[in-house]
């Protein structure tokens, strides 16, 4: 057994709060590539805490190193190497088992967010979460499944259920992302300009209504006092930039330009 840095060590970036690092175990992976596939997408979403149990084509490998390109360092170097699946999973108070399949074994079923969020309270408590992933060509077998608390099962094709194995660690880490770091569902990006603000849209809205109505576009008299008040609504609902505001300004008075 060849296990990985322990959370204090100061070369594992986990240190700063190992509490919130769950343990991702890959079991009996057969291509190095997917296992540098899963190392990558575990970075990509702020997780380091690797284990390998029992990889078919021994350890470390060159092609796993290869596929997880950057994340090589941060977690294929200290990922722990276990012979079984009780070794890989010891120390840990809680375990998830991932799975395509029914199971004839009573244990709940819970979907990846809903286990993530199950994993973020039980860190922040102070207990040790591992999650298993199984091989790729069979998937974990029930003497695995056996060891785990709960189920993770991810809602894909019937038709198609299986998923690769760096696809089922990509979809795990970032409900795990999501449960730790606070995302806004939205946002604007700006780029270099900001929102205009209500005085810069009235000074847009005047320039426009003086020339609109030197142009005689208010017509019939009866009928001038709704037609401003319609503009000024239709300016009063865009969300303008400055930049914008400044646009339909260069605008106008391009077209006066012109035509004068």
Known sequence: MTPELPPNSPDNAASTDPALQPVFVLVRPQMGENIGAAARAMLNFGLERLRLVDPR?????????????????????????????????????????????????????????????????????????????????????????VRANALISIPVNPGFPSLNLGQAVLLTAYEWRRQTVAVPAERMEFGRSEYATRIEVEKLADHYEAELDAAGFFFPETKAAGMKQNLRALWGRMTLTRAEVQTFHGMLRQILRRRG
């Open 57 to 145: 084509d021994g350890w470390p490998n060159p092609r796993a190193v290869a596929m997880a390109s950057g994340a090589a360092g941060r977690v294929l170097d200290h990922a722990g190497v276990f012979p079984d699946v009780a070794g890989a999973v010891g120390d840990c108070d809680y375990v998830f088992a991932t799975t395509a399949r029914d199971r004839e074994l009573t244990r709940p079923v819970v979907t990846a967010e809903r286990a993530m969020e199950q994993a973020r309270a039980m860190a922040a408590e102070g207990r040790r979460v591992a999650v298993l992933f199984g091989p790729e060509r069979t998937g974990l077998e029930n003497d695995d499944v």
